[in-house]
């Protein structure tokens, strides 16, 4: 059975943020420090994409690996034995779901999307950053 009370993991699962998470600002900060300009939960775009390089029609996610299913095989067996692992199972492959379909919607508006793990965010912010500046280079060349 689990080792933690209803109490405790009501309480664990209220401190987990859907903005402004430690990946983000990270992202942010360098994209800052290289001079970028950004909106931050874009709500006008589907998804409201966590970073948003609006002059460039770039739409950004910072996407958590428990919660956006990465490696998301093994996980998913993993959960599967897990105690609330229908639960689980179920809710993050809807969010994988979920995601396709913002990506599809945002991509037939125009955008560009990209999509980064949080630990490529907190391990090689600078490769990450690299990324954006590429697609935002083909951007200007395509003429967007």
Known sequence: MDNITKEQRHKNMKNIRS???EIEVILR???????YRYR?????????PDIVLTKYK?????DG???HGNNWEVLKLRLEKSVHGEYWTKKIARNIERDHEVD???LFEGWTVIRFWGNAIKK??????????????DNVLEGI
């Not at 931050?40 to 409201?48: D, H, Q, R, V």
């Not at 770039?58 to 910072?62: H, N, P, V």
């Open 29 to 35: 900060k360098a994209l800052w420090h290289k001079g």
């Open 40 to 48: 931050n939960n874009y709500k006008e775009l589907p998804g409201s």
């Open 124 to 137: 090689n912010t600078s490769e990450c950053v690299k990324v954006i500046e590429e697609v935002i280079f």
């Open 104 to 106: 599809k919607r945002l």
């Open 58 to 62: 770039i739409a950004i996610f910072c």
């Open 19 to 21: 903005k402004d998470t």
């Open 65 to 67: 690996e428990f919660f």
